[in-house]
């Protein structure tokens, strides 16, 4: 059964400044080039306020080194990403395993000079009437925690190039990170994704990896059981589908193979009903254009519904899920589904805070390496605070309300964190004194800069 309260998790249930002072001399060696600037950066990434642009963070006293180490940390230094992404693995050691997968993007709309930018749905800005946005988008995975809180887990990002398939790119990202998982007693990770993934193209792409995936399909999605069996008699070719499943139609609703009735604080009485053995006819697949037989995938359609939401008066939508897991693998918790689900949302939080106060999305970068390099110091950033959440005291505003320890929000552990950077301290040497740069010689003109238009996407990566 998933853990549903509200206080922390096992592993940060007390104050552990050893453990964030070794992420810290950890993440040091995962540098290989500037790699005291880039620690030092990480770290007015941390403490600065709001800044209006990247040279900003260089005043900021954690910062020892000028404004020009700031681009020369970005444009010259180098991540071991491998190394990164298992010390990010090992920080996880609570259970249940859930993560979330989930793409946000980046704008660079007047970035001629940039390349590798593509053309990208964005829901508030707009360019000629549409949501449409030219940038780099990145595929985040992170892990969840089953509380009620805004913190998430960001284990691993990916820049998807213009034409990447989504689905394509989550696979490959759930691949690359099963052999860093810790290991989870017998119960598979869970992974949940939102509209707009194909849950049968993940499902295929994920074909005999040891995961669960959980996906938000369609209200008007149909769905079909296995043919009954042909009769001993019976010409022509075997039906592959059975009897037809319309989640809009409750008339071809069959009786459900599970089902859960519970209350909860915050969403009133949930009710979730679920439908195994069913397969959709998907049109996404490697034989597509063939004539071959599709691919079938059985899995089961699970329907939520609530009685409220929280902050909300508008009446609660129903949602309609797709579960699936390995070949055999039956352990199907109801509980563990729909909490997995609603707290997906939280690594929207983590965007927002990411782009609003650790400015993800502030800098202007030229390439999109430098922008990977940015968007890994970020990461490292807010896992830093996940670890340093349980050490430092409310510094709340006077209009604040105060919180206790194990409700404290990303921000307000920003806040405090000059606090417990003294404690800790820094693995970074100090500055060493070099005179001025000469600066570029002159009557040698660099000449104007290639432009990169950006690229639009085609209905087959859609």
């Known amino acids: 059964m998933a853990v549903v309260s509200s206080v922390l998790p096992p592993d940060l249930a007390r104050p552990r400044p050893a453990d964030l002072a070794a992420f810290r001399q950890q993440l040091m060696s995962c540098f290989t080039r500037r790699r005291d600037a880039l620690f030092e ?30 681009y020369a940390a970005l444009a010259k230094g180098g991540i071991n990403t491998g190394a990164l992404r298992d010390l990010l693995a090992r920080q996880l050691r609570r259970q249940p395993a859930v993560f979330a997968v989930d793409v946000s993007c980046w704008a660079r709309n007047d970035a001629e000079c940039s390349p590798g930018r593509g053309f990208y749905y964005h829901p508030t800005r707009h360019s000629a009437g549409k949501p449409i946005i030219a940038g780099w988008a990145f595929s985040w995975l992170a892990g969840l925690e089953l509380t009620t809180n805004s913190w998430t887990a960001p284990l691993d990002v990916t820049r998807l190039p213009p034409g990447t398939n989504i689905n394509d790119a989550a696979a490959t990202q759930i691949l690359g990170f099963l052999p860093r998982l810790p290991d989870a007693d017998g119960h598979l990770p869970l992974f949940v994704f939102d509209g707009g993934y194909d849950a049968v193209r993940l499902a295929l792409a994920l074909q005999g990896a040891p995961a669960q995936l959980l996906v938000r399909i369609r209200s008007d999605r149909c769905l079909y059981a296995d043919p009954p069996p042909a009769e001993p008699d019976a010409r022509g070719r075997p039906r592959r589908h059975g009897a037809k499943f319309v989640c809009a139609d409750e008339n071809t609703w069959p009786a459900p193979s599970a089902t859960l009735s519970t209350a909860d604080p915050q969403y009133g ?68 589904l729909w909490r997995s689900y609603v707290r997906r949302f939280d690594i929207e939080h983590t965007f927002r805070f990411c782009k609003q106060t650790l400015n993800w999305t502030l800098p202007r970068p030229r390439t999109p390496e430098q922008a990977d390099r940015w968007t890994w110091l970020v990461i490292a950033a807010y896992t830093q605070l996940r670890l340093a959440r349980t050490l430092v005291t409310d510094l709340h505003l006077p209009w604040e309300k105060p919180l206790p320890a194990r409700r404290l929000t990303p921000g307000r552990v920003r806040r405090a964190f000059r606090s417990v950077h003294a404690e800790v301290g820094t693995p970074a040497s100090a500055p060493q004194p070099c005179g001025h740069s000469p600066g570029r010689p002159r009557d040698t003109p660099r000449g104007p800069a290639p432009r990169h238009p950006a690229i639009k996407m085609t209905n087959q990566a859609a």
């Not at 950066?41 to 080194?65: E, M, N, W, Y």
């Not at 049109?283 to 004539?291: A, E, L, N």
Request: glycine share 12%.
């Open 41 to 70: 950066l990480t770290d007015a990434v941390l403490a600065a306020g709001p800044i209006t642009s990247l040279p900003h963070l260089s005043l900021d006293p954690l910062h020892r080194r000028g404004h020009g180490s700031v």
């Open 269 to 336: 009485t949930v009710t979730v009903c679920a439908w195994s053995g069913l397969h959709a006819k998907t049109q996404q697949h490697d034989g597509h254009g063939s004539r071959g037989p599709r691919p079938i995938v059985v899995g089961t359609v699970v329907r939520l519904t609530v009685t409220a939401l929280p902050g909300r008066t508008r009446k609660p939508a129903t949602l309609w899920l797709w579960w699936h897991g390995p070949t055999g693998y039956r352990l199907l918790d109801l509980e563990l």
